[in-house]
């Protein structure tokens, strides 16, 4: 009688090479939970058959070498946030609120919110001044009626 030799625990538990590659794949569009939400939401299970979480996806990010969503949208140009306000001239707040206008492109970096912004060639209009208080100035109203 022949048995064949049983694999070690660590090959048993090994990611399939195939998820790694969805892995590396997805990382161009997503931060660690949104890989692990699209891994999930295809059926895919980790090496020791669970359901992925942001963890596993790091685990298994750093045991195989893979970029990080932040170090992939570097190498495409897009820079931090003190940096796109100091390209631009402006403060942080005011990169932020362009971000949120649509004025300026950013992409999540990591599951913390942070994001990197593409420094466009000549960045956008900066409002001047307050707004008026109130729903309207007095010069603006209508005069009363007498």
Known sequence: MSLPVPLSVGAARKTPDAVVAEIDALLERYTDAGVAAALNDTGRLSGTGQAF????????????????????????????????????GVSTITVKNWHHEGRIVGEAANDKGECLYQVPDRPPYKKLGRPPKGPRSRATAEPAKR
């Open 53 to 88: 979480n942001a963890g596993i996806v790091l685990h298994v990010r750093k045991t195989y070498g893979l970029a990080s969503r932040a170090e992939r949208l570097a190498g495409r140009g897009l820079v931090g946030l003190a940096e796109a306000a100091a390209a631009m």
